[in-house]
Every structure is written in C-alpha cells, then in structure tokens.
C-alpha cells in the first residue's frame, strides 16, 4: 500500500488534474458551485430538487453521460433491493467512474454487480425542515453576509434582517457582484477574517456539509476529464437522509439496509467506503430515535379532559431533567440526548380541544450499554408524561377517556466498535495521508462518529472519513444561525488529492506509465445478508 | 432588528399603555423561547428552547387555576437530531374580567420566565455567556396574538 500510494500520489495524470484544480479558475469554479449549490433548500427526505440540480449537472456540465448517471431522478437505484426507506423513496445522486475490472475474462461479481468504491458526502441539510413551508415565491436559501465586528446573530430575525446577501440570476447562477467579491474573500482563520474585512456567510449547510459535498462532484468531474482510469468502479455519490428523520435513507439504499432486520445486503457489492464528512474515526455512535404521538380523548359532556400538549410537556420537562450516564459517571461513555422536535395538530375550526402532539427525541452513546441506560430511562417517561396528565382528570391509562399514546416512528443508527483498525479503507486513508505530508504516523483516533458511515461499518465493508472542504472559521451546524468564511483553496485541492488517492489505492488505477496497480481488496463485498434477487 | 425582552418587563409596558387587548376577559397569548440550538450531539449541554417550553408548561398548571387557560399548541425544533433553537407554547386565557385577566398574563409570564431559568440552570449557563459566539440562554417573550 505505501508503493501504492506513492505512484498514484505521483502519477502524472493525477498531477495533472491536480494542477488543473490549483488554478484561480478552478478555485472559483468551485466556490460559485459551492454557493450554487448550497442555496437549494434540501430537507432530509425531501432532497429532490438538488439532487434534481445535481443529475442535470452532471450531465450538462460535468462531462458525464446519462448512462454514467447511477441514480433516478424518481429515488431508485438500479439494483438496489431497498429503494424504499420509511415509506420514501431516496434521492441519492450518484455518478460512476467506470473501471476496468468488468471487462476482465476471469471478473467476479456478487448477484451481476461488480465491485465497487463508494465516495459519499450528504446533500440533506438540518434547515429549512420542510419544503412545503417555504414560500411559494421564495423557494430558495437566502446567502447572507455579516461583518465579524456585528455580533453573531441571536435570533432568526436578526438573521433575515441582515440586509447584505448573495444574489442569484434566473439561471441560480451567483451573481459576481460586489457583495460576491465580500463572501469569495480567502482567509486562514477568524482572526485574519475579522482584521481582513471577512464576513459571516450564513447559510444552512455551509458546515454540514455542502462544502465537501460539492467538491466531490469538482472531483467527479476532474477524474472524468483527465481520464482517470480505476480498476473497480467508483461510484461518487451525494447521499439523502443523513439528517433529522433521514434515518441514513440514502446509505440504506446502497448498502441494502433493512432496518427491522438489523442486517445489510450490500446489493451492489460496494467493497470499500469512504465519507467525506471528515472524522477520520473508525468507531460509530449508535442512536435510537422515537417519535411519540400523544392522543387527546374525545371531548365529552363539554367538561374538560387530559391535554396532549400537556401530556407531551411534562414528558418533555422530565426528560429534559435527565442525566446521561457521562454526566453522572465519571469516566462513562459519552451519552447524549434531546427532544430536537414537537408540534401539535391544531384545534379544529371553533374549538380549543388539540388533538394529538408529537415529540422527537435523539438519544446517542459511543457505547451500547449506555446507550441501552438512556433508552431505559427516557422511554418509559414518554407514558409518564400521559400519565401525569391522566392522573390530573381522574383518567385511567389506556382507557378511551385519557390521553393515548402511538408510536409514529422509530430510528436506529446501527454502532459499531471497531474490534480491528486493520482493514483497507483505513490503511488507505492513513496512508494517503502520510504519502502527501498530513499525517506523520499511521494512528487511527478512539473517538466515535454518528455519521452515514454507520451502515457499511455495521454491514461489514471498511470504511473511513476525510473532507473537501476548505474554512477558515464556522459555527453554527444545524442551528438558524449556521455560517462559514472561506478558506484556503488550495486546502481543497490538498484534500482532493489525498482522497483521489486513497480511493484509487483500494479500486486499483491504470497508470500512466502503462502499469497497474492492483486493487487492495478483493472483488466480492461484505454482508450481513443476503439480496433476494 | 428584534430584541427578545424578558417578558415581566414586556408585559410591564403592555399593562401601562392600556393596550385594549388586555382590556378583556378571554385572549390568546403566545410565548416565545429562542436559544442557541445545535447539533444533538456535537452541542450537547446547551440549553433547549424547546426543553424550556415544556418546563413552562408544567409550571403553568401549577400557577393558573384550572379551566383559566387552554394550551393550543407547543411546537418547536427543527429536527430530531438538533437541540431545538425555538419553543412556542399558544394558550387561551379565560378570566372573569380585565384584571383577573392581567393576573393570569402576569402568571404565564412569570412561569415562561422561570420555565427558561429552569433550562439555563440545567445547564449551567446564564445571561451574557456566549456559545460560538452565540447568546447561550434561553430568553422567553409574551405576546397577545
């Protein structure tokens, strides 16, 4: 793998896509994507309009053919066996660098699919939460700009109060403006952006994640150009569902992830995984997700009875009071929780009495045992906040005159704990990293992600983190206040060629010298299941 | 620009000026919670708006006698993996004249106060602490609607 490394690293072809990218044209073409980009709302599960911008992209500008195009713009993925995930279709967009290995008289295949390596950043974004709740003449992201000397915004209506923002043509290309010149400014750090006239650019995604989500198709798009030739395929995709209720939608579409069954079919033989949302981890936070429905019992007599929305509160005011197993034991696996969502159906016309309410709540530990403890002790407080409120008519559980509770919706995020670090995805993006100077050692860190990496890690295939993305400064990730100034381009293409680097190691590269260099892993992906095909 | 403004002191100016709203035996209030928010996990200790909100709420059933008030709605988040930036409790009042009435918006005021108190102390956090440069609080507001 270090030989490897090392003439792929220096192979003339991806040096010259890597010069390619190092021009100040290049830089800004991948700013003005980025903003493009970045300004179509993209709810998780309701991705379908960027992924919709992507598909046309990349057929009308990024050289690919629709043949190369992996994904529908109706969600489905030819050869999937999971094309529906909670009842949705998923908008991934995929595209393919076809390698070599098909054509070879002695190719394996699992079920008609050769392998292949997945590169994969998410397109869905924390906010806005729901397409539907945007104006119908103001469908789109609004790019704002504020001065470091301005406080960070307290409010969303300080933020939609800013009056500096980014402008749009009618084609959704940016505008090149003076505010533009403000925004595109590059600086290493907060501190030189404020001494340097930087500004906040507040925008939802810009640090989860569609910097790097954007650069993968820059890269897509470079690899075609230049004829970079792999071995197995690569499949560069923008993946949905890594957000809010996503419940990972778009990698349990690739990775045949069935969630009742807790096991993945890896139906297109993906054999080697990495994401581009950074980490560089090899252990995966676990998550539960519930979301609770509290259902009000019909009025009788016009006297008054339980209320859903205060069944829902003194459930949300008892969790709200828990501690996490890390917060009341001293060195226990961090564990983490919050009810992030609730809303009620409204009172039908004339009357007071709600309906129902529902609360979401997340619960995540690097560990299973205490993530099992939070589960413990938040689930049964869901029927306690029910009770309570019962409890204060008279009412009994469970009877048709007290407040009900349903089960709406149920989310997992598989964990894993790493037993071995010794696999190719992680060899790979250690020693990429070492080959261009950004690591001195090949040490993995202990810490866990809750990241779209879950799925391959819990269905067996290797996997590992790096990002695109160049800032200077951010904060503000799935906040209303989200926000970047922009880094160092150069970064980016850094980061580009140590991914190009990485995935070429494991799918194996046709150099320009003539030689190949052998895929590092062989051709038949794991699994935890298998494709009913 | 708005500012949130503690809502003792917002109901405190409402009341002065008389506003006819109030004038009144039964209206709608709503009560606001803004806090920082974030990722669930990667921000986890900040506050919750939405965590204030529900507080709110039980310390309203404690304060208000019952059949004065009807909640409406509680809403608030963004996402089930985010610590939820917004809180919104809407309730209908009930009294028997105007100043009952005040009495009542008096009382949900102070419980929205004291329910995003409850949040910030939680979690350790107070008036003037920043995070990301953020404001770190809860802060609550009370608005006839």
């Not at chain 2, 963004?78 to 939820?84: G, K, M, P």
């Not at chain 2, 102390?121 to 953020?134: E, H, I, P, Q, Y």
């Amino acid at each position: 793998m270090v030989a490897a490394a090392e003439k792929i690293a220096n192979d003339p072809q991806v040096l010259a896509l890597i010069k390619d990218q190092s021009t100040d044209a290049a830089a800004k073409a991948r700013w003005n994507q980025f903003l493009e980009l970045v300004r179509i709302p993209s709810p998780s599960r309701q991705e379908n309009l960027k992924a919709a911008e992507i598909h046309r992209r990349m057929v009308e500008e990024w050289g690919f053919s629709p043949s190369e195009v992996m994904t529908r713009a109706d969600g489905i993925i030819a050869g999937s066996d999971t094309n529906i995930v909670d009842g949705l279709p998923v908008y991934n967009a995929c595209v393919v660098i076809t390698g070599s290995y098909s054509g070879r008289a002695d190719a394996q295949h699992y079920k008609g699919q050769f392998p292949k390596v997945l590169v994969e950043g998410h397109i869905d974004v924390v906010n806005p939460e729901d397409l539907n709740q945007l104006p119908a003449n103001d469908k789109f992201n609004h790019i704002k700009l504020q001065p470091y000397a301005q406080p960070v915004v307290a409010t969303p209506e300080e933020l939609a109060a800013i009056p500096t923002e980014l402008s749009f043509d009618a084609r959704g290309r940016i505008v090149e403006n003076d505010q533009y010149a403000t925004a595109s400014k590059v600086f290493a750090n907060a501190k030189e952006a404020e001494a340097g006239g930087g500004v906040r650019i507040y925008v939802p995604g810009y640090g989860d994640m569609m910097p790097s989500t954007s650069n993968a198709f820059v890269l897509a798009a470079a690899m075609k150009k230049h004829h970079i030739k792999p071995v197995y395929d690569i499949w560069i995709c923008g993946t949905a569902g890594e957000e809010g209720k996503g419940n990972l939608a778009g990698m349990k579409q690739l990775y045949g992830f069935e969630q009742k069954l807790g096991t993945g079919s890896n139906p297109l033989n993906i054999v080697a995984n990495f994401g581009l949302e950074g980490g560089g981890v090899v252990n995966f936070l676990g998550s539960y997700r519930f979301e609770m429905k509290f259902k009000a019992p019909l009025p009788r007599g016009g006297g008054r009875g339980p209320s859903a929305p205060e069944a829902m509160a003194a459930a949300i005011a008892k969790i709200a009071d828990v501690k996490t197993p890390s917060e009341l034991r001293e060195g226990a696996p961090r564990t983490t929780y919050t009810v992030g969502r609730a809303s009620c159906e409204p009172p039908p016309a004339g009357g007071t009495v709600v309906p129902s309410c529902s609360l979401e709540v997340d619960m995540r530990s690097t560990r299973k045992d205490p993530l099992e403890e939070i589960r413990q002790t938040i689930e049964p407080m869901f029927q306690a906040g029910a009770s309570a409120e019962n409890a204060r008519y008279g009412r009994k559980d469970g009877g048709p005159e007290g407040i009900t509770l349903e089960l709406m919706w149920y989310g997992l995020r598989p964990a894993f704990v790493a037993d071995s670090v010794d696999n190719v995805a992680v060899h790979a993006g250690l020693q990429s990293g070492i080959q261009l100077g950004v690591l001195t050692s090949p040490i993995v860190g202990t810490g866990s992600g809750s990241l779209n990496d879950n799925v391959p890690a819990n269905t067996g295939i290797p996997t590992y983190q790096f990002t695109l993305a160049s800032s200077a400064a951010g904060a503000g990730g799935h906040a209303f206040w989200e926000w970047g100034t922009r880094g160092a381009p150069a970064t980016e293409v850094a980061r580009m060629h140590r991914v190009l680097t990485a995935a070429l190691i494991v799918s194996g590269f046709h150099a320009a010298d003539g030689t190949v260099v052998q895929p590092a892993i062989g051709p038949i992906g794991k699994r935890t299941r298998e494709v009913a095909r | 620009m708005k500012r949130l403004i503690y809502s003792l002191a917002f109901v405190a100016a409402i009341t002065a000026t008389g506003t006819p709203a109030f004038a009144q035996q039964s209206g709608n209030l709503r009560v606001e919670f803004q806090g920082p928010g974030g990722h669930s996990s990667g921000a986890y200790g900040r506050v919750s708006a939405l965590h204030a909100a529900a507080r709110a709420v039980i310390l309203i059933q404690k304060a208000l006698p019952a059949g004065s008030y009807q909640i409406t709605n509680l809403t608030g988040g963004n996402s089930v993996n985010s610590i939820a930036s917004d809180g919104l409790i809407e309730l209908k009042l009930t009294a028997a004249n105007a100043a009952a009435y005040q009495t009542l918006v008096a009382a949900v005021t102070k419980a929205a106060a004291e329910g995003a108190a409850a949040e910030n102390a939680f979690r350790g956090v107070k008036a003037g602490d920043l995070t990301s440069g953020a404001p770190a609080t809860v802060r609550s507001v009370v608005r006839p609607f």
